[in-house]
Structure formats: structure tokens, C-alpha cells
């Protein structure tokens, strides 16, 4: 593994923690029309909408580079070629990055309409932006469940990482599809910290001396 890449593997560990850092400032706990605008109303909270967004787009760009790092170990591990898995781990993994970037801009929507003097905002029309935002939400977590799947079937058959981590995501992956209830959202992110961490130490420990051609 490139330096490049031995930095890039702690990508992951950087996404989960910045995507449970933006979960954490964009809580909205409100059920009703009413309470919701009155919610987006707050300049405070207009703000936390605001930054937990741009903290999520950070968090899907470590993702991206948590993703080429992990698709080049695989290529490796299936002899340089593109195979079935290491296309289901790029495919999905990109898909639900795009999901992820849409449902946090329909979660920050209705802050940047209420700050619109132009505009008022209702209970209804920010109840439907909140809606839609967790039902895509729900969705990228879904689809990204097939990253997983995928990532774990390659530690399983060609070692590229742990046999425990690979059993394990094989479960992550099945909870995944229940990410409407929030749980198996934290468990995902859990699994990718791990991973994450795993390939950096992984790359140091076995790391040579770098060549020219690496510290050019």
C-alpha cells in the first residue's frame, strides 16, 4: 500500500465520526407541524441545520477516499482485476454517498427557507422536508448494506481483512436493512471506524521503507 493510501485508509474512521457528529447537531426530536416550524425558527437551530450539513458533505468525501482505498485492496487481493465484489463495493458505496448528500440537503432546506424573509416557512412544508430527508436517509443506509455485504464476503475469501471483521459485517449488513430504526445506522458506522482503523494499522505494521517513486 502507497503512503497515500495508508493515510487514506483512516478515511472511514473520519467519515463515522464526522457523520455521527453532524446526526448529533442536526437533532430535530419534534413530531408535530407546529413544533417543527417553530423549531426552524431559531436562529440556533437554523444554524446547527446549516453546519450539521456541511459536516456531512465532509463526511461523504472521507467516505469517497475510504472507498478507492478499499477497492484498490481489493483489485489486489483478486490479482488486479475488476471483479464481482470489488464492483459491489464501489457501485453501492457511490450510490450511497449521492443518497447521503440528498437526504442532508433536504434536512437543511427548511433552515435556509426560514431565514428567507421572503418566505414563510410552515409546519407542513418542513414536516415534508424532514420526512423526505430520513425516508432517503433510510434509503442510502440501505443501499450501503450492499457495501458492506460485499466487503465482508472479500475478507471472508481472499483475507483482504479479518475473518472476525468479516462475519461480523455480514450481520452489520442484514441489521442495515433496518435502518428505520435508527440502531443499525450507529452499528454501520461502528463497523466502518473499525475497518477503517484496521487497514491503517494493518498498512503501517507491514509497511517497507518507501521507494522513490513513493515519496515523489
Request: hydrophobic share 60%; net charge neutral; no cysteine.
Amino acid at each position: 500500500m502507497l503512503r497515500w493510501q495508508r493515510w487514506s485508509a483512516v478515511s472511514g474512521a473520519l467519515f463515522a465520526v464526522i457523520l455521527f457528529a453532524a446526526i448529533l447537531l442536526s437533532g430535530n426530536q419534534t413530531d408535530s407541524t407546529q413544533s417543527v416550524a417553530a423549531w426552524f425558527s431559531d436562529s440556533d437551530h437554523q444554524a446547527r441545520s446549516v453546519s450539521a450539513f456541511f459536516l456531512g458533505v465532509a463526511a461523504s468525501l472521507a467516505f469517497l477516499a475510504f472507498l478507492a482505498t478499499l477497492r484498490e485492496m481489493l483489485l489486489d487481493a483478486e490479482g488486479g482485476r475488476t471483479g464481482t465484489l470489488s464492483a459491489l463495493v464501489s457501485g453501492p458505496g457511490i450510490a450511497f454517498v449521492a443518497l447521503l448528500n440528498a437526504s442532508l440537503a433536504l434536512f437543511a432546506a427548511p433552515a435556509l427557507l426560514a431565514r428567507d424573509d421572503n418566505f414563510t416557512l410552515d409546519g407542513d412544508t418542513a414536516m415534508m422536508f424532514q420526512n423526505a430527508a430520513w425516508l432517503i436517509f433510510v434509503a442510502a443506509v440501505m443501499v450501503a448494506s450492499v457495501f458492506v455485504l460485499a466487503t465482508s464476503m472479500a475478507a471472508l475469501r481472499t483475507g483482504v481483512l479479518p475473518s472476525w471483521l468479516g462475519r461480523a459485517g455480514l450481520i452489520v449488513a442484514v441489521l442495515m436493512l433496518f435502518a428505520f430504526f435508527w440502531i443499525p445506522v450507529l452499528i454501520f458506522l461502528a463497523w466502518t471506524l473499525v475497518a477503517s482503523l484496521w487497514m491503517m494499522a494493518s498498512s503501517w505494521r507491514t509497511a517497507s521503507p518507501p521507494t522513490a517513486t513513493e515519496q515523489g
